[in-house]
């Protein structure tokens, strides 16, 4: 190995500070395949176990990032998916929506955007496996839950085996067969989840499952969401977990829910019990942490973001995000589920959740953007960068990953309002597996843990890591690698998180690369053959060399380029490491392409051991950002405030309210606007809404965010009538918002009702040019 300087790294050594000790010598699960996809609907190549899923003989751990078809226009279907694949998404997944094929008896649409055959065909053209959840009740913050008027108001007993309601229930599903057109089966869909969050009637969901096949509609693996207690007919359907660092469905003058809070810690505990409770109209039962001893495992909705309620309004960052979904990870998850991973726009008004129609929450009447790692509009926010570096982790790694247990320490935090404990893990077998910290949460800071050093039992002996104990800094969200053994050479243990494995050029005389980031305040050390050496993060690899003759390179990339790593996924003609600030997705053939803010792509690529600048074509668009010119057509009035409520929780305005009060901005859009030109808004105020030659186009609650919004997606271009209304949000409100958000509430005299500003940018098209 060549470095500059090395210490030995004594296994079982005594630091200054007593040691964090783990042991991960304990068993795996025992391992049972169900008759679900290895002797039930079957697909070749594809097979479960109660550790993992199985794919091509080998371990696989999916990650899955919810777009609704519906709510995503068509011409945008292709765009929005590369850009989840280039998030690390493997598995797209999306609700079939009753409502919006069949709002009238018999009068059912499967065109235009609510083609799902087309969307199922679009999703597998792009090398995509997909999970149709068909209902028939979604939620989804849809009106009615997804049901149609006339089924809500059938004299039935809904989402049972009233013989009654089953008979609507097999006419639907014969709809969604004859759209689908033999499309729904398990060499195409990989799994079919029936109903959502049904707690009490086990033997519906079996009931819907023999309604499904007998459709014509099967997939390898059928699933139900798990949480909150959900009693489930083991095992004809795979449980599925979900997990939200925050949500809306809290009452407005609530605190951070102790549900909510749970999720930044690693645990066995899989239950949530706080999604959904507040529909359900009981108290949460706690549900039970036991997993099915025939299943692994499995998240369907860990936040991808979150809505927006008008009486609550969360707002939670790309760290809180990721910081969740990494202590999934640590904790054992063999499938990582986003909800949502690509938000959107209702496809018509009076489709979405209200109190009015007997649910407790008022949500946007047409956005859907949910703060997710894609938007409403197309753009990727910093949560797309903070995922899609655990995800190039597990499509690098997942195959080992997928069927190591999780250990936990010998010490634990006490609860969930315990913020001096270290939150950490480990995943390992035999000795290798990745050490995971997680050392963040939203509202309630918490402080550097000062001297933290690892002593881990392993099936090889007692490792200690770092060699020298090191602070852990808030914020720090570590997998650091431990055994890990590529292309030959054995790295003992670093204390920088895997990213990913370039693979060696023979050509060129390169050898495989092990890429890390360094964890921002954490001194980087990478052990190897008793010896642990300090490295300095850099545009340089660590080259290490076996007594036998394999190599590896070590790449450690410095922390503040985390967010501009993006990982080629190897199923797209071999794995390629960039790093920039420009947007990069790739189709299905593995060709290139960059959305570039400026007069030139800002990427570079890492292959054959060096850094090289890219060649590229330029295939249409100009990049330009530019302020919007603003034209006041009304000033705001005072509304009353009192709107309403249901259950304490404050009703939303109609528009009525806007008509009488709202401030009224015309925006003169560019005439050089393309596909790809948004407009933001900075603003403040209770809701607002984009208008278009009169109708409202999309719409947001105030939470202290930017309002974004595709211009070609709204209808709005040089020749139409722009205009933005704003409704004063007033003090005394009584609706809970962001922290800065509240603050400047606060700050107000009576309300707060700002345009602030606004522009318009688009980028530019480039493609790589081929040699």
């Known amino acids: 190995?060549?470095?500059?300087?090395?210490?030995?790294?004594?296994?079982?050594?005594?630091?200054?500070?007593?040691?964090?000790?783990?042991?991960?010598?304990?068993?795996?699960?025992?391992?049972?395949?169900?008759?679900?996809?290895?002797?039930?609907?079957?697909?070749?190549?594809?097979?479960?176990?109660?550790?993992?899923?199985?794919?091509?003989?080998?371990?696989?751990?999916?990650?899955?990032?919810?777009?609704?078809?519906?709510r995503v226009p068509r011409e945008r279907w292709t765009p929005r998916l590369r850009l989840m694949r280039a998030g690390g998404i493997s598995v797209v997944s999306t609700y079939v929506p009753w409502l919006h094929h069949e709002p009238v008896r018999g009068e059912v649409r499967f065109d235009g955007r609510f083609d799902v055959a087309a969307f199922v065909d679009a999703v597998r053209a792009e090398g995509l496996e997909i999970v149709l959840r068909i209902g028939p009740w979604a939620h989804g913050e849809m009106r009615n839950g997804g049901f149609p008027d006339w089924v809500q108001h059938a004299p039935v007993q809904h989402r049972t085996d009233d013989p009654a309601y089953l008979d609507l229930v097999r006419e639907w599903f014969g709809h969604l067969a004859r759209a689908l057109d033999g499309r729904c089966r398990p060499d195409t869909v990989l799994a079919i989840q029936l109903e959502n969050e049904l707690y009490d009637q086990p033997g519906h969901l079996v009931t819907l499952k023999r309604l499904a096949r007998e459709a014509g509609l099967s997939a390898p693996l059928w699933t139900a969401t798990a949480w909150g207690g959900a009693e489930l007919p083991d095992p004809e359907v795979l449980p599925l977990w979900g997990g939200y660092g925050d949500g809306f469905w809290v009452d407005p003058g609530e605190p951070w829910d102790p549900t909510f809070r749970a999720h930044y810690f690693f645990s066995d505990t899989w239950d949530d019990p706080g999604i959904g409770a507040d529909v359900r109209g009981a108290e949460a039962t706690g549900g039970s942490a036991e997993l099915s001893p025939w299943f692994p495992a499995a998240?369907?909705?860990?936040?991808?973001?979150?809505?927006?309620?008008?009486?609550?309004?969360?707002?939670?960052?790309?760290?809180?995000?990721?910081?969740?979904?990494?202590?999934?990870?640590?904790?054992?998850?063999?499938?990582?589920?986003?909800?949502?991973?690509?938000?959107?726009?209702?496809?018509?008004?009076?489709?979405?959740?209200?109190?009015?129609?007997?649910?407790?929450?008022?949500?946007?009447?047409?956005?859907?953007?949910?703060?997710?790692?894609?938007?409403?509009?197309?753009?990727?926010?910093?949560?797309?960068?903070?995922?899609?570096?655990?995800?190039?982790?597990?499509?690098?790694?997942?195959?080992?990953?997928?069927?190591?247990?999780?250990?936990?320490?010998?010490?634990?935090?006490?609860?969930?309002?315990?913020?001096?404990?270290?939150?950490?893990?480990?995943?390992?077998?035999?000795?290798?597996?990745?050490?995971?910290?997680?050392?963040?949460?939203?509202?309630?800071?918490?402080?550097?843990?000062?001297?933290?050093?690892?002593?881990?039992?392993?099936?090889?002996?007692?490792?200690?890591?770092?060699?020298?104990?090191?602070?852990?800094?808030?914020?720090?969200?570590?997998?650091?690698?431990?055994?890990?053994?590529?292309?030959?050479?054995?790295?003992?243990?670093?204390?920088a998180s895997a990213v990913t494995v370039l693979p060696g050029i023979p050509a060129s005389g390169s050898v495989p690369t092990l890429v890390l980031i360094e964890d921002a305040g954490i001194p980087v050390e990478i052990a190897h053959d008793g010896l642990a050496h300090r490295v300095t993060p850099?545009?340089?690899?660590?080259?290490?060399?076996?007594?036998?003759?394999?190599?590896?390179?070590?790449?450690?990339?410095?922390?503040?380029?985390?967010?501009?790593?993006?990982?080629?996924?190897?199923?797209?003609?071999?794995?390629?490491?960039?790093?920039?600030?420009?947007?990069l997705t790739w189709d299905a053939a593995g060709t290139v392409s960059v959305r570039a803010s400026g007069s030139a792509p800002d990427m570079r690529e890492y292959a054959g051991g060096v850094w090289r600048e890219l060649a590229w074509d330029h295939a249409g668009g100009a990049a330009v950002t530019e302020s919007v010119a603003v034209e006041t057509v009304r000033s705001a009035s005072m509304p009353s405030g009192r709107y309403g409520s249901r259950d304490g929780r404050p009703s939303a305005p109609d528009d009525a309210v806007l008509e009488a009060h709202a401030a009224v901005y015309r925006l003169d859009i560019p005439e050089w606007v393309d596909e790809d030109a948004v407009l933001r808004v900075r603003w403040a105020g209770d809701l607002a809404q984009l208008r278009v030659d009169g109708v409202t186009a999309t719409d947001r609650f105030w939470d202290g965010s930017e309002f974004v919004a595709n211009l070609r997606d709204i209808g709005a271009s040089p020749s139409t009538r722009v205009e933005l209304h704003v409704l004063p949000l007033r003090r005394d409100s009584g609706v809970h918002l962001p922290a800065d958000a509240a603050a400047r509430l606060a700050a107000s005299v009576d309300a707060v009702c700002t345009f602030d500003a606004a522009e318009i940018d688009q980028r530019a098209l480039w493609y790589e040019a081929l040699a």
């Open 538 to 583: 850099g545009p340089s690899p660590l080259h290490i060399e076996e007594p036998h003759g394999a190599a590896l390179d070590v790449l450690v990339l410095p922390a503040d380029e985390a967010a501009q790593i993006w990982v080629v996924d190897a199923a797209a003609g071999g794995r390629r490491l960039f790093v920039g600030s420009d947007e």
């Open 299 to 495: 998240t369907c909705e860990l936040g991808g973001g979150m809505a927006t309620a008008y009486h609550r309004r969360p707002r939670p960052d790309a760290l809180d995000i990721a910081a969740v979904a990494h202590a999934k990870l640590g904790s054992g998850s063999a499938w990582q589920g986003f909800y949502m991973y690509a938000g959107g726009t209702n496809p018509g008004p009076g489709l979405e959740e209200t109190q009015a129609t007997g649910y407790p929450n008022d949500m946007t009447r047409l956005s859907y953007d949910f703060h997710a790692a894609i938007g409403e509009a197309g753009r990727t926010a910093p949560s797309h960068a903070a995922l899609r570096l655990q995800h190039a982790f597990i499509e690098a790694f997942g195959e080992s990953l997928a069927p190591m247990p999780s250990h936990l320490p010998a010490e634990r935090p006490a609860g969930v309002e315990d913020a001096e404990t270290l939150r950490w893990a480990v995943r390992a077998d035999d000795g290798a597996g990745f050490v995971f910290i997680g050392w963040h949460q939203p509202h309630v800071p918490l402080s550097t843990y000062r001297g933290a050093q690892f002593q881990i039992e392993t099936a090889d002996g007692v490792v200690t890591l770092p060699s020298t104990p090191v602070d852990v800094p808030p914020g720090t969200l570590a997998r650091w690698p431990l055994g890990l053994e590529v292309g030959g050479v054995r790295v003992e243990w670093a204390t």
């Open 1 to 70: 190995m060549s470095s500059a300087h090395g210490t030995r790294a004594v296994a079982g050594s005594t630091a200054l500070a007593a040691p964090l000790r783990l042991d991960a010598t304990g068993d795996a699960r025992a391992e049972r395949r169900p008759r679900m996809a290895n002797a039930e609907d079957a697909r070749a190549g594809l097979g479960l176990t109660s550790r993992a899923l199985i794919r091509d003989g080998r371990p696989w751990l999916p990650v899955s990032g919810e777009l609704h078809y519906t």
